[in-house]
């Protein structure tokens, strides 16, 4: 569907990351689950995003299905949940940037407390283009190793491609609702689920406003098979 995900297990991916800070060059993560492939190929913004960035991981049950069905050797999911929870319990500074008000502070209070995480600025997501210069000078003063873009696909990797000339972070993910679930606000599925490949389910059934982008998944599928 010519977009380029990354073959890599977490611990692969975590490593990665690692270099890129000590490379220092502001680079972006994306992590693509089936609904964001399918935007991609709709939006060639968004895909030339996706291709120009230093790693994308397959985020979801559909992304790896599709590698696999269509011959790679994808060894697992690197979920964009997992893969922060992961940094975060790795020391590294990190921004958090999106969500609703007050959903970043609450997010990082959670993650300090139980991974004595070192998160050193947040930011609500919701903001006018006046505001961007302030809000870039914020994530620079930081001097965070990651900035964690929370806003939603395709707002998320469009604001951090527009930006990345002028950010001094080196690694710049864009997470989707993971702010939403570190703060509590959102449940992440029970880990049967996540085993069965059920995770997309569940989230539907939790906010059914989301049922809809549940129908990107079965033209997903179809996509994949008439390509193949
Ligand atoms: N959001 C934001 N700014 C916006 C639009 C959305 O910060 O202008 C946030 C929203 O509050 C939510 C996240 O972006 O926390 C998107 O979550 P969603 O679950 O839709 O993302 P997904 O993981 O499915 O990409």
């Known amino acids: 569907m010519g977009v380029n995900v990354d073959c890599l297990t977490m611990q692969q991916a ?20 089936a609904e964001m492939l399918m935007f991609a190929n709709a939006d060639a913004e ?83 283009p006046e505001e961007i210069p302030k809000i870039i000078d914020d994530i620079n003063a930081s001097n965070a190793d990651i900035l964690l873009a929370a806003l939603g696909v395709p707002k998320q990797e469009k604001f951090l491609a527009a930006n990345l000339s002028k950010l001094k972070i080196p690694v710049n993910i864009g997470v989707g609702g993971t702010l939403d679930v570190l703060a509590g606000k959102v449940k992440r599925a029970p880990r049967w689920m996540q085993r069965a490949k059920l995770e997309w389910l569940f989230r539907a059934l939790l906010q059914p406003s989301r049922a809809g982008r549940l129908l990107a998944l079965p033209k997903f599928v179809y996509k994949v098979v008439s390509n193949r």
């Open 46 to 128: 968004l895909k030339n995003i996706l291709n120009g960035a230093a790693m994308v991981t397959a985020d979801g049950a559909g992304t790896v299905w599709a590698a696999r069905y269509l011959g790679y050797d994808m060894p697992e999911r690197v979920a964009g949940v997992d893969l922060v929870t992961n940094l975060i319990s790795k020391g590294y500074k990190i921004y958090f940037f999106g969500a609703a008000e007050g959903v970043a502070e609450l997010a990082a209070e959670n993650v300090k407390k139980k991974f004595g995480a070192n998160i050193v600025g947040t930011r609500n997501g919701f903001f006018t």
């Open 14 to 33: 975590v490593e990665k990351i690692d270099f890129l800070i000590k490379n220092k060059t502001p680079s972006i993560v994306a992590t693509a689950n």
